[in-house]
């Protein structure tokens, strides 16, 4: 049996890019009904079961996934590259927040700011550990501050993930402080 981690990456990958992989459907906002992610991992060869699909979620460090309040559906709390509607309200986000990048990216930031690539969103850290971890996932990391504040003053839109994560469309240069 694959590890918890091997199996939260596999059910990262499905909620967040690919869930036709196994046929899997996503309502508007991201959810999917547990009872069909089981019987639909089983069908491509992965073992699931809703009490193991609970306990992903509840030892998940990054609390990457949220099971809904009538326990039938779980969605990835941000992160996608499909089409979804959260549901999250703007919010006003501290006065700095904080990205995790590799160094090899760094230049390019200085020159075009913080770009969403392939996702729906820049995700932004609210500490420097947790910046510090997934900068380190791409080599040497670097932790970038983001002025935050100032940018919403400026009015730009601002909204926090389930787990904590900030998000926004596009962090221009000039709202970057690097050493």
């Known amino acids: 049996m694959p590890s918890l981690t091997k199996l939260s990456k ?6 967040r890019h690919n869930p036709h992989a196994i ?6 906002s991201g959810w999917a009904l ?9 069908k491509s060869g992965v073992t699931l079961t809703p009490s193991l699909i ?17 326990g039938l559906r779980i969605r990835a709390n941000q992160g996608h590259s499909i089409p979804v509607e959260l ?6 986000p501290p006065e700095i927040l904080y990205h995790g990048t590799s160094r090899h990216s760094l230049n390019t930031i200085r020159r075009e700011g913080i770009k969403r690539g392939t996702r729906n969103h820049v995700h932004l850290s609210p500490d420097m550990y947790s910046a510090t971890c997934v900068g380190a996932r791409h080599g040497q990391p670097v932790v970038i501050n983001v002025l935050a504040g100032e940018m919403f003053r400026q009015g730009l839109r601002f909204i926090c993930s389930e787990n904590g994560v900030w998000l926004i469309d596009y962090v221009p240069p ?3 402080k690097l050493d």
């Open 10 to 15: 596999f059910l990262t990958h499905l909620l």
């Open 174 to 176: 000039e709202y970057l």
């Open 23 to 28: 046929g899997l459907s996503l309502d508007n």
């Open 87 to 92: 549901g999250l309200q703007e919010s006003e």
């Open 34 to 42: 547990i009872s069909e992610l089981v019987e639909k991992t089983r």
């Open 54 to 70: 609970r306990e992903i979620v509840g030892t998940s460090n990054k609390q990457r996934f949220s099971i809904s309040s009538d």
